[in-house]
């Protein structure tokens, strides 16, 4: 007799505790999570596009920078630079312009020279 209710006083533990567990992972905890990763992420892209167009922006204002090869990408404050300009100046003119732009932390310059040919 003694054996018996001691199992069943266990089987009675064991099952209120698995039910117990399977409450707390009701997911409400993990859903809520997600939606703020989400909209933190989406929140960083915008800025990240925000920062792109301000740097392209501040670029265009300079008549001396051939844009047409260029691009521009942001990440966290930081700018790189690609593509390809005609001269050396250009280069050293496109990282000052980026530069000087709020928000930018540091600039990578991956830029290349390609002088313009002329026919």
Do not use: F, H, W, Y
Request: charged share 15%; hydrophobic share 45%.
């Amino acid at each position: 007799m003694k054996r018996s209710t001691v199992v069943k006083v266990l089987a009675s533990a064991i099952v209120a505790l698995v039910s117990l567990t399977a409450a707390a992972q009701d997911g409400s905890a993990t859903d809520a999570s997600a939606v703020v990763l989400a909209s933190n992420a989406k929140a960083t892209k915008a800025a990240n596009r925000a920062l792109q167009k301000s740097v392209r922006k501040a670029m265009s204002r300079d008549r001396g920078l051939n844009l047409e090869n260029l691009t521009v990408r942001a990440r966290g404050g930081v700018v790189t630079l690609m593509g390809t300009v005609p001269s050396a100046g250009q280069v050293g003119l496109a990282t000052q312009i980026t530069q000087n732009v709020p928000g930018v932390t540091s600039v990578v310059n991956q830029l290349a020279i390609r002088p313009v040919d002329s026919e």
